[in-house]
């Protein structure tokens, strides 16, 4: 019995619904193994190993001036409790107000003793701040290159490069490295946004790049 043009097209769309179901089965399977298997890589995880090799206390202290032209300050009363290993940022609207940061990494420069008649000034709050330090990415960005294999397993971490960009969005070559990603892997790529100091104590915002794969 040859079946009716009717019952044919019936055929046809449930083989063309069964088709189209068992696609849509296949998209989601590979979809979301895809999805879980990103979601696996930690980049937080590599971010923090990172920030905590990076990173260090620094302190800041601020001091202004008298109203006296001749007013000036000597750190003698806190030499003993914040240390020498300083450098005294100017700041360039207010010449009486003075920012000194504290931290073995910096260029420290020297301050000119101040008579004990002309003293005339007021100390601020003493802070202190884990900040990234230019010089210490600069040692990751050298080990990194020098023997992948070991500071991965020193960070306790998976393959992964990173990159630092300035405002302007440009990647800040001395400050980054670029690994061989192999083809066909999944490769998670995040920006952080991060403070960062060099060793004039010049602050810059920055922005971490990390790419992870497995």
Same mark, same amino acid.
């Given at each position: 019995?040859? *079946? ?11 083989? /063309? ?7 849509? $089965?296949? @998209? ?25 090799? /990076? ?8 001091? @202004? ?5 001749? /007013? ?22 207010? *010449? ?13 420069? $020297? ?20 900040? @990234?330090?230019?010089?210490?990415? @600069? ?59 060099? /060793? ?15």
């Amino acid at each position: 019995m040859i *079946p009716s043009n009717k019952a044919q097209a019936h055929i046809e769309m449930i083989l /063309a619904t069964v088709l189209f179901i068992g696609f849509l $089965v296949f @998209v989601f399977a590979f979809l979301n193994s895809s999805l879980k298997t990103t979601q696996e890589i930690p980049t937080e995880k590599i971010q923090k190993a990172i920030l905590e090799r /990076a990173q260090q206390e620094v302190g800041k202290l601020s001091v @202004v001036l008298g109203d006296s032209n001749k /007013a000036c300050f000597n750190l003698n009363d806190v030499e003993d409790e914040y240390g020498t290993d300083l450098r005294f940022i100017q700041d360039p609207i207010n *010449p009486k107000r003075f920012t000194i940061y504290y931290g073995e990494f910096l260029n420290n420069n $020297v301050l000119i003793n101040c008579n004990n008649e002309d003293e005339d000034f007021l100390f601020g709050a003493y802070l202190e701040e884990k900040i @990234v330090i230019e010089d210490n990415i @600069v040692l990751i960005v050298e080990e990194y290159k020098d023997d992948y294999s070991s500071l991965k397993q020193n960070l306790g971490v998976d393959n992964f490069a990173f990159e630092f960009r300035d405002e302007n969005n440009q990647i800040i070559d001395d400050l980054s490295v670029r690994g061989k990603i192999p083809d066909n892997v999944d490769i998670v790529s995040k920006d952080f946004p991060i403070r960062v100091i060099n /060793a004039d104590a010049l602050m810059t915002n920055r922005i971490l790049n990390i790419k992870a794969w497995r």
